[in-house]
């Protein structure tokens, strides 16, 4: 199963398009081991764009986007197609003014993301954490599936 990786921004808003830049873009088996491989490609992006404009060499910016990245994707994995054999994950780093953005498009589901907020459960509150570490997140379906981001901002945004 092929997944598609652009920026969502591209079909939503073309002036907003113009203002991004692809940092990196890749997809992995939709395996729950392969979430650290996900984690390590958003760190190293994050540390390459780092050492070449230090506004980014903030190290909360890059713990956030690699928790919020595992959660995405461990969502991605367990919640559609994607988990299925031969099933895939795309992902994308995104420069944005004044931050980043990451997506993570899955193999499609019959449902939209659920926001779990019960304090109680033991599982469920990835997107609950996404919603609160975030500066702003949101999902949209695309072709067979569905991408998820968030934008994280650049200390003193």
Known sequence: MAIMVTPTDAVEDPVAMAETVVLGAIAIPGRGEQVRVARAFVAGVLRELAAADAAMADVAVLDN?????????TNAIRHSRSGESGGSVGLMVVAVPDGIRVEVTDGGSASA???????????????????????????????AGTTVWFCLGLPGS
């Open 65 to 73: 986007a690699t928790l919020l990245t595992s959660e995405l994707v």
């Open 113 to 143: 993301p659920v926001v779990k907020q019960e304090s109680y459960t033991c599982d469920g509150h990835g997107l609950f954490l996404v919603q609160a570490v975030a500066r702003e997140w949101g999902s949209r379906r695309c072709g």
